[in-house]
């Protein structure tokens, strides 16, 4: 994804921004909910900051993934969720 694709996709409407993320993630609205809600109690307020995190980190969770994994949705089980989402911010120096 270049620059300019990342920036029209962060400044959509909430309601395509989500639908990007389940047409190409997988998401449904609760887990996308849940991960918006992670980064802005995290003191990610500013909306394009947080639309930023939350697509860096669905890349990470891809590239956590292994091969086999890779070729379907991303999938996270009770609990994986917000693990992968410290270990995102850990790697990103971000505070937890």
Do not use: H
Request: proline residues 2%.
């Amino acid at each position: 994804m270049t620059m300019k694709d990342a920036n029209s996709i962060i400044n959509l409407p909430d309601l395509l921004f989500v639908q990007y993320c389940t047409e190409t993630y997988g998401l449904n609205r609760g887990v996308y909910n849940t991960i918006d809600k992670w980064f802005y109690m995290k003191n990610v307020k500013d909306i394009k900051a947080r639309r930023e995190r939350i697509l860096e980190f669905l890349l990470f969770s891809i590239k956590s993934m292994n091969q086999e994994e890779r070729k379907s949705r991303l999938k996270f089980g009770k609990g994986n969720l917000v693990n992968l989402l410290v270990e995102y911010s850990e790697r990103q120096a971000m505070p937890v």
